[in-house]
């Protein structure tokens, strides 16, 4: 589980790059840029806070699933935009995705449904249990709208233990590429920037929005997990 494959973390160097490389001019200073009909996008502060809040609601929502490390799921540590279209609009905006894994083995898939429901209750948040399929095709979901994201699926697959919590922003006004500009610290990525993304979230974690150039790394150059993981400080 804690190794992560150099086909993975390239695909996400890959996105990552397109999103830098992608349309948009730089905005106003702190800006995230326009959002193609003249308007300003989110600040930085406003991403930051956007973030916190999306990061601080997984992390309350797989603690207390499991108090243990979690793996971050493909890169997708939340803090690295994505474009996105707003409805049926043609205005351009970004979001954010984090994905945390972990397999727990002979759990009870309906105890996991019930404290990721329990989280979700002490976020003030509602959600929905479904429980489909039979043998090793079984899959428990529990579904939360609103709230630390637009939209937060805890994924419960008892065959092989698997557990994954995934949860997307909605689409907001910005530049993913102004943004992400500001999140890494440079114009253009380099193919290895996913080296700069946390492995892990556990209970010590606290959500980081800046990954500098001269900032710790958190994979090895194989793609494999460093160990122990930097503080970040």
Do not use: K
């Amino acid at each position: 589980m804690r190794s992560t494959s150099r086909m993975t973390m390239t695909a996400l160097a890959v996105g990552l790059v397109l999103t830098m490389t992608g349309c948009g001019g730089q905005g106003d200073p702190g800006s995230t840029g326009g959002a193609g009909g003249g308007e300003s996008g989110e600040t930085y502060a406003q991403a930051e806070q956007r973030f916190t809040a999306l990061a601080t609601g997984v992390h309350s929502v797989i603690m207390a699933i499991e108090p243990a490390e979690w793996s971050v799921v493909d890169g997708a540590y939340g803090a690295h935009p994505t474009g996105c279209q707003s409805g049926l609009s043609e205005e351009g905006g970004y979001r954010l995705v984090a994905v945390r894994g972990i397999e727990l083995p002979g759990r009870d898939p309906l105890e996991v449904a019930q404290a990721a429901t329990g989280a979700f209750d002490a976020l003030g948040i509602d959600s929905d249990t479904a429980d489909r399929g039979q043998g090793d095709a079984r899959e428990v979901t529990v579904v939360a709208t609103g709230g630390i994201a637009e939209r937060t699926v805890v994924t419960i697959r008892p065959a092989t233990g698997q557990v994954r919590v995934s949860a997307e922003t909605e689409c907001a006004p910005g530049s993913a590429h102004d943004l992400a500009t500001q999140v890494f610290g440079e114009e253009r990525l380099p193919a290895d920037v996913w080296r700069r993304l946390p492995a892990f979230d556990g209970p010590t974690s606290e959500p980081s929005f800046s990954f500098p150039p001269d900032g710790p790394l958190y994979y090895d150059e194989s793609g494999n997990p460093v160990q122990p993981q930097p503080s970040g400080d």
